[in-house]
């Protein structure tokens, strides 16, 4: 029991920390809202619970020696959010109300989290020193706690930013800016996301 309450203090202070997965989650809720940015929070979850399922599944190592192989996916997604980060900021300033979400919101945010291959490696070195046993159902509660305070504290940063929208609504010229910075810096973390 003692385990789990430090992988839940351990995963709170990490969420905390900015990353790419989060700067995409405080661009979608800037832009669409705090709906879209929960579905963004859905998607980057599902990213690392691919990644966490293959951590239990034992194929870090597998994946270890496949990375260098899979390096042009990580960079298709750096150039994309690169893109709509650059077409965003340059976009004429609109009425919040009638900016419509994109139907893939939910697949960039799972895209984003599971190509990159930094939080792949974290997470294969960080959760098993919560695993006691070692045993699979052990490490499936693990990633199981961890993938909820990392939901949770997700939707926190989408309810942040998509108060901040309401703010910004005067501001149009400045969300657009705001929001194509941090789609910008979604795509340069993950540039910067490289194996260690």
């Not at 929960?38 to 870090?60: P, R």
Request: hydrophobic share 60%; charged share 10%; net charge positive.
């Amino acid at each position: 029991m003692d385990a789990i309450v430090a992988l839940v203090v351990a995963t709170s202070i990490l969420v905390i920390i900015p990353g790419p997965n989060v700067a995409l989650i405080v661009a979608n809720s800037l832009r669409h809202g705090f709906r879209v940015g929960v579905f963004t929070v859905f998607g980057t979850t599902v990213g690392v619970g691919l990644q966490l399922a293959l951590v239990v599944g034992g194929m870090a190592a597998v994946v270890e020696v496949a990375a260098d192989a899979l390096v042009w996916i990580r960079w298709a997604g750096v150039a994309y959010l690169i893109w709509l980060g650059i077409r965003t900021w340059r976009e004429p300033t609109a009425n919040l109300e009638e900016i419509k979400a994109a139907p893939s919101m939910f697949l960039r945010g799972c895209m984003l989290a599971a190509v990159n291959p930094k939080t792949f490696l974290f997470n294969a070195a960080f959760l098993p020193q919560f695993a006691n046993d070692g045993t699979v159902s052990q490490f499936v509660l693990v990633a199981s706690v961890f993938l909820g305070v990392l939901f949770l504290g997700d939707v926190g940063w989408a309810l942040f930013a998509s108060s901040a929208r309401k703010l910004l609504a005067r501001y149009a010229h400045l969300r657009n800016r705001l929001t194509g910075g941090f789609l910008t810096a979604a795509g340069i973390g993950l540039a910067l996301s490289r194996r260690t």
